[in-house]
């Protein structure tokens, strides 16, 4: 997850060339902020713990599996994190080389590692070393398929997620309880692995980058898409088996969300008098709100749908960092701070889950009594602020002050 909340210092595209107004030193010296951005982050780790605490029940074999928006409100969530993701990198990115004119690229991947590597792989010890069948509550049932694959196709399963491919483990082998949300922080990880390269060879040419990633990404899915459904191939059931593999680990690997709000990032940069105007415009906040219900609305499925819904939630960040409004200060300082541990409330709260429900499961309370339903949803809710509000303050946050000292460009780190 990023971990920068942002504001943008007064930039702008001449030409083909980005470059720094450093008319006002004052001004360009303040470290980046973003308002809003840090309260997003919570709203969809949020977004996520409430569709995941949804399904616990069906998960355990306690209850039927939920249906409508809640259905799919986790991948409308971790959409909105990997558009967020790819505006908050590109900028800082885009900004570091009209400052220095270069991209840092080694102290890059330190900031990365430092705030993302650490949690990551304190939790796959967890997850390695604690009994899934502790985690059973009732046979048949989710939980219980999980927990008896555990080691399945121990060692190259092992060895995807210790090399930050969780995605594409999920996409092979069974999820590991407690440790199959990871698959969104390994696409995270790969798009950091490409994007600082990117950005610093083509620096001076941004949206070539950004339209070249995603036209790679549009004409793989249609390739897939021609070999399944119109080229009429006899394929094998092997062979058609290894290609919906291949394509899932392709979908899977959401890229274009980052290039969308990549993209948003050098627009704002290019033409920031512009967005002010149209984001503090009713009609376009009206707009954008409508889009956002339809969003919201269904699991969309297509490529082309995905990228609808990202091009409105990075016109939402857009409003929001824009719009020159603030959230009541008894609001706005929680929230920033569930903001701040956001990366622990969506790493942390599967565990949390799995923990909570069998812990509940062992005690007299009917599993479809209301009560239970209640006393679940706000024991998970709970735990998972407390253990994420642990992790950054006990854990965390010691390796984010030591990533500070990479830092190139100011900015309001978590």
Not at 26 to 34: D, G, L, N, S, T
Not at 58 to 80: D, T
Not at 157 to 162: E, I, N, P, Q, S
Not at 289 to 297: E, F
Request: aromatic share 12%; charged share 10%; hydrophobic share 55%.
């Amino acid at each position: 997850m990023p971990s920068v909340n942002s504001t943008a210092a007064p930039q702008e595209l001449t030409g083909q060339s980005l470059h720094l107004d450093v008319a006002n030193t004052r001004e360009a010296a303040k470290p980046i902020h973003f308002p809003w951005l840090t309260e997003v982050r919570f709203f969809a780790a949020f977004a996520v713990l409430i569709h995941h605490t949804a399904q616990a029940r069906w998960l355990a074999g306690l209850g039927s599996q939920p249906f409508g928006w809640i259905e799919h409100l986790g991948n409308h969530g971790v959409r909105v994190f990997f558009v967020l993701s790819g505006f908050l990198i590109t900028h800082l990115l885009l900004t570091e080389r009209a400052k220095t004119g270069t991209i840092a690229i080694k102290k890059f991947y330190l900031r990365r590692v430092l705030r993302i590597w650490p949690l990551y792989y304190a939790l796959l010890a967890v997850a390695i070393a604690m009994p899934a069948s502790s985690l059973v509550v009732k046979e048949p049932s989710m939980i219980a398929t999980l927990a008896a694959a555990q080691f399945q196709s121990w060692e190259i399963k092992f060895g995807l997620l210790a090399f930050l491919l969780p995605n594409i483990a999920l996409m092979v082998y069974p999820a590991m309880l407690g440790f199959a949300q990871a698959w969104s922080v390994g696409v995270e990880e790969q798009f950091y692995l490409l994007w600082p390269v990117l950005m610093k060879k083509l620096g001076n040419r941004p949206l070539l980058a950004l339209s070249g990633v995603l036209s790679v990404k549009v004409i793989v899915v249609l390739v897939f898409n021609y070999i399944f459904f119109f080229s009429g191939w006899q394929m094998t059931p092997q062979l058609q088996q290894h290609l919906a593999v291949a394509f899932n680990c392709v979908n899977i690997f959401q890229i274009e969300a980052m290039v969308i709000g990549g993209t948003a990032a050098y627009l704002l940069l290019q033409h920031r008098e512009l967005f002010v105007n149209l984001t503090r415009n009713n009609l376009f906040r009206l707009t954008v709100a409508a889009c956002m219900i339809v969003c919201l609305s269904q699991a969309w499925s297509q490529l082309h749908e995905q990228i609808g819904c990202d091009i409105v939630y990075a016109l939402l960040l857009l409003t929001l960092t824009l719009s020159g409004q603030r959230l009541p200060q008894i609001l706005e300082r929680p929230l920033t701070y569930f903001g701040k541990i956001s990366y622990g409330i969506y790493m942390l709260h599967p565990l949390v889950i799995c923990l909570v429900v069998k812990a509940l499961s062992m005690t007299k309370i009917p599993v479809s009594n209301t009560f239970f339903g209640v006393l679940m949803c706000l024991s998970i809710i709970i735990l998972t602020l407390l253990a994420s509000s642990a992790s950054y303050e006990l854990f965390e946050r010691r390796f984010l002050n030591i990533k500070r000292k990479y830092m190139v460009i100011e900015s309001s780190a978590t």
